[in-house]
């Protein structure tokens, strides 16, 4: 059921059309899942008509394959889009990690540690919530210190594929030990005001993840 909250001012169209974008994004609809109108309706506690509108739109935003005589699909995830879109985040984020490495704040950079500490946290206890949140946001920290503005636009463009990437290979991630240490060297290169070796700490991490996702390719659920 749609949680209707009084002091939430958003049309309900809007309000369906976040909730079955985020389910997407964070796999709870599986990619492939067939997304049929009336269970999703009943659910929801509302009407088909918002649930069609936020298929098509969801649609034109790659989320959702609509087939001709079949019906509406979660979109499924190729290793070559993981590829692609990691080509795209190493480029840029290298970028960001170069900027941050002359313009992270000391504040900044203590919590950019704090965070790292409490990704392995979330490791040790084998939380892979709060494993994706953590990672995200000691990448969204850094992005943040480049103080590029035009930077920050086109990876939080990303944000949201990569948001659903991560749902999938931390399904299974066996690279979740070994990404902590990978942090700290960006982290350290950034703490010596190092531009190249933090951009470099940063294109290596996400070129053993691309390495990762060439050999064993994308691991989806199946419905």
Known sequence: MLNFDIHNHKPLREMVYEELKMQI????????????????????????????????????E??????????????????????EILEV???????????????????????LHEVNEQYKD???????????????????DIVDSSHNKILVQMIEQLQELVLRFRYIYYDDFRRAENM???????????EGGNPTEARYAADIHIERLKELVIKEGVQQKHV
């Open 89 to 111: 985040r190493q480029d840029l984020e290298g970028l960001a990690a170069y900027f941050a490495a002359d313009r992270m704040s000391s504040d900044k950079l203590k919590e």
């Open 25 to 60: 994004l964070t796999g709870a609809i599986i990619p492939g899942t067939r997304m049929m109108e009336v269970e999703l309706a009943d659910e929801m506690g509302v009407s088909r008509t918002p649930i069609r509108e936020a298929i098509r739109k969801l649609e034109k």
């Open 180 to 190: 902590y240490d990978e942090h700290e060297a960006i982290i350290g290169a950034i």
């Open 62 to 83: 790659g989320l959702v394959t609509i087939e001709p005589r079949r019906g509406a699909y979660a979109s499924m995830i190729s290793t070559e889009d993981m590829i």
């Open 122 to 140: 979330a490791v040790n206890r084998g939380s892979m919530e709060d494993m994706i949140f953590f990672d995200t946001k000691f990448h969204r």
